[in-house]
């Protein structure tokens, strides 16, 4: 498979749970554009880790997140 990525993208594969903490603990923040309906769980465990969140106005997203979605 042939991936063009920019260079400051990063495909890392698996990624276990405290890998995956750290990682939200340090990106500038978190996007989750996803139309389709859920509760919103990668959102919760995001800002779980106080990481900054944009997300879709979609489903149950709203009250999960806030009032402040896109």
Partial sequence: ???TLH????VLGY???IQLEALYQ??????FP???EDF???VLEVM???C???SSGAASRPEVVGRDVL
């Fill in 40 to 42: 919103g769980l990668p």
């Fill in 7 to 10: 260079n400051n993208t990063y």
């Fill in 1 to 3: 498979m042939n991936i």
């Fill in 48 to 50: 779980n880790c106080d």
């Fill in 26 to 31: 340090n990106t500038l923040g978190f996007i």
């Fill in 34 to 36: 996803s139309l389709y």
């Fill in 52 to 54: 900054p969140v944009t």
């Fill in 15 to 17: 990624v276990d749970d």
